[in-house]
């Protein structure tokens, strides 16, 4: 059971309660040596969409724990607008699991399909004002699509933990980066 510290149940959220867009016109400053938009930006714009959506499902602050997986699909140009959206995946008593969806699309080109370009699953942990971390709602997916991210996101959580566990054990539990 999800209380909120006063031993009140927090209601469970659908996904689209904390869905999130933000949105960056690529220019000159976003650029690496290849004259592309720097893949760093690009995870700048996810991080930032994901952080919004785990605060809204959260109520409040959250903190980037992990990024399982960034796919780079295309690359990214100078004059493009790129369109960050993220929601959250799998919620569990202080963490949740949120994916970023990443199109990109020619500002000057009206009508023009956006492109998917980058994909994204990032871990935060909602914290309190001592930076320890809080209880948040759960999560009800209902919708089809919703109940696939949700069980994809429970795979992902399961093999984010056998592998910490492995490497600790591997570590003979003296955690070492």
Excluded: C
């Excluded at 963490?95 to 199109?103: P, W, Y």
Aim: proline share 6%.
């Amino acid at each position: 059971m999800t209380t909120d510290g006063s031993g009140q149940r927090l209601a469970s959220l659908p996904p689209s309660y904390g869905q999130v867009s933000l949105s960056l016109l690529a220019n000159q400053t976003h650029v690496n040596l290849l004259g592309n938009v720097h893949g760093g930006e690009v995870m700048r714009l996810v991080d930032s969409t994901a952080g919004a959506a785990a605060s809204r499902h959260g109520g409040g602050p959250a903190v980037t724990a992990a990024m399982d997986e960034m796919a780079f699909l295309q690359p990214v140009h100078v004059g493009d607008i790129l369109r960050a959206t993220a929601q959250v995946n799998w919620a569990g008593r202080t963490s949740m699991e949120v994916g970023v969806r990443v199109e990109s699309e020619p500002w000057n080109q009206a009508g023009t399909e956006p492109v998917h370009v980058a994909s994204a699953y990032l871990v935060f942990v909602a914290i309190d004002a001592g930076g320890r971390p809080r209880e948040i709602p759960g999560l009800v997916a209902t919708a089809p699509e919703e109940v696939r991210r949700m069980r994809e996101a429970e795979i992902r959580r399961a093999h984010r933990l056998a592998r910490k566990a492995e490497i600790d054990e591997g570590r003979g539990a003296s955690p070492r980066l």
